[in-house]
């Protein structure tokens, strides 16, 4: 049974930074294309980053140049750093994962999500 679990989240200021960290367990994570997603109330879900099986990564045009999606496979871990927080950043953020060669907004696996808010 696969299990993604997000943890680093919290409540910081604006300016400030957070990692975000999704641990893997009952895959072979190396295998995965995987990815992280938020959430705001009343909104779809969005992408924020993604790395697809081959390596390439993809942002939203909201966070290119302030976030930073990477993967440890050793660790069967992937980050999420985010620096340059604004408050249009407050949102619960979910990792996914997928057995496709990209993960979309429907992936195999969601984490439960973790709560980043960002005060002005």
């Known amino acids: 049974q696969v299990q993604l679990v997000e943890s680093g989240g919290g409540l910081v200021q604006a300016g400030d930074s957070l990692r975000l960290s999704c641990a893997a367990s009952?895959?072979?994570?190396?295998?995965?294309?995987v990815g992280w997603f938020r959430q705001t109330p009343g909104k779809q879900r969005e992408l924020v980053a993604r790395?697809?099986?081959?390596?390439?990564?993809n942002y939203a045009d909201s966070v290119k140049g302030r976030f930073t999606i990477s993967r440890d496979n050793a660790k069967n871990t992937m980050y999420l750093q985010m620096n340059s927080l604004k408050p249009e950043d407050t949102a619960v953020y979910y990792c996914?994962?997928?057995?496709?060669?990209?993960?979309?907004?429907?992936?195999?696996?969601w984490g439960q999500g973790t709560q980043v808010t960002v005060s002005s």
């Open positions: 009952g895959c072979t994570f190396s295998n995965l294309s």
């Open positions: 996914a994962a997928s057995h496709r060669a990209v993960v979309t907004t429907s992936p195999d696996y």
């Open positions: 790395i697809f099986n081959s390596g390439t990564t």
